[in-house]
T-cell receptor, first 114, second 112 residues
Framework: AQSVTQLDSHVSVSEGTPVLLRCNYS??????LFWYVQHPNKGLQLLLK??????LVKGINGFEAEFKKSETSFHLTKPSAHMSDAAEYFC????????????FGTGTRLTVIP | NAGVTQTPKFQVLKTGQSMTLQCAQD?????MSWYRQDPGMGLRLIHY???????DQGEVPNGYNVSRSTTEDFPLRLLSAAPSQTSVYFC???????????FGPGTRLTVL
């Protein structure tokens, strides 16, 4: 069965400190992996995606994520948090099975403390 | 390109009313889909379409109908609204390889 798990529902960091948002997946197939960000009352914006090329993926706004197949993880990181990073982050997986489906994690709310 | 557009942005219905949420894309994407977003549950797939004239059910299809008469439009119909359908609805379209997906801005629906 395919699934995606975001390990933390809420993460708080101080401005200027590193951000780590964790995501694990389970799948029998080779996945494509995405991170989306949603600011309050806004739609979903793609941060970055992994589609079987380089395992370290750089996205917008200084975020990056590393695909680790052995750990079935795709954690999102940023070296230094900014106030504008406060939002909800979704880890999303799609599997190349031919079905038009994305599996969404339940989301991690990031709070940035001034 | 306008991307993926959704109307209305907000809607309040009474239980039992019907309505249609509109979704359109101008990127000539074959794949379109509808999701609902509920607190603590991420986004769940309602229905999807792999091309004009072809639709299929997702994870939570009950109470919703869709049709895909053109490539551009993928409306979602609520047949008889229920309070459990209070949610934020997102429409998405994607390229054939599913590797690039665009989301609309969402429709916030409240059913009283």
């Amino acid at each position: 069965a395919q699934s995606v798990t975001q390990l933390d529902s809420h993460v708080s960091v101080s401005e200027g400190t590193p951000v780590l948002l964790r995501c694990n997946y389970s799948s029998s197939y080779s996945p494509s992996l995405f991170w989306y960000v949603q600011h309050p009352n806004k739609g979903l914006q793609l941060l970055l995606k992994y589609t079987s090329a380089a395992t370290l993926v750089k996205g917008i706004n200084g975020f990056e994520a590393e695909f680790k197949k052995s750990e079935t993880s795709f954690h999102l990181t940023k070296p230094s948090a900014h106030m504008s990073d406060a939002a909800e982050y979704f880890c999303v997986v799609t599997f190349q099975t031919g079905a038009n489906n994305l599996f969404f994690g339940t989301g991690t709310r990031l709070t940035v403390i001034p | 390109n306008a991307g993926v557009t959704q109307t209305p942005k907000f809607q309040v219905l009474k239980t039992g009313q019907s309505m249609t949420l509109q979704c359109a894309q101008d990127m000539n994407h074959e794949y379109m889909s509808w999701y609902r977003q509920d607190p603590g549950m991420g986004l769940r797939l309602i229905h999807y379409s792999v091309g004009a004239g072809i639709t299929d059910q997702g994870e939570v299809p009950n109470g919703y109908n869709v049709s895909r008469s053109t490539t551009e439009d993928f409306p979602l119909r609520l047949l008889s609204a229920a309070p459990s359908q209070t949610s934020v609805y997102f429409c998405a379209s994607s390229t054939r390889d599913l590797k690039t997906r665009f989301f609309g801005p969402g429709t916030r629906l409240t059913v009283l």
